[in-house]
């Protein structure tokens, strides 16, 4: 069953780690996006608020960890995540995304 989510809640955010950072030079960018987000939901979304066209997307789900909280000796259960890697054309960047050096 799909479920209708407009588009400015697709995106979550960046991923900033290394790697995706490193990503960046190659053209690939990292974002968290809506667990039951498609990849053409994640496509419509990334030509709506970046105006671009990804090349592929790339979609991964993270399952949610149960960890135990040791002061209140119950087992707590992190969210569900899914994170796009977004593939563009050589050459083009996203502005909103590309972090700055000193």
């Given amino acids: 069953m799909k479920i ?4 400015k809640d697709v995106i979550k955010g ?6 995706a950072l490193a990503d960046q030079t190659v053209g690939k960018y990292h974002l968290w996006v809506h667990p039951e987000a498609t ?4 496509a419509n979304a990334c030509q709506e608020i970046f105006s ?3 090349v592929s997307i790339n979609t991964g789900t ?5 960890k135990f909280n040791f002061r209140t000796r ?12 977004l ?16």
Avoid: N, Y
């Fill in 62 to 66: 993270l399952k949610g960890k149960e």
């Fill in 14 to 19: 960046p991923i900033l780690t290394e790697k």
């Fill in 4 to 7: 209708k989510i407009s588009l």
């Fill in 39 to 42: 990849k053409g939901q994640v």
């Fill in 87 to 102: 593939t563009l054309k050589k050459g083009e960047k996203i502005k909103q995304l590309l972090v700055k050096e000193k």
């Fill in 74 to 85: 119950k087992t707590v259960k992190k969210p569900l995540r899914k994170k796009a890697i």
């Fill in 52 to 54: 671009i066209t990804p």
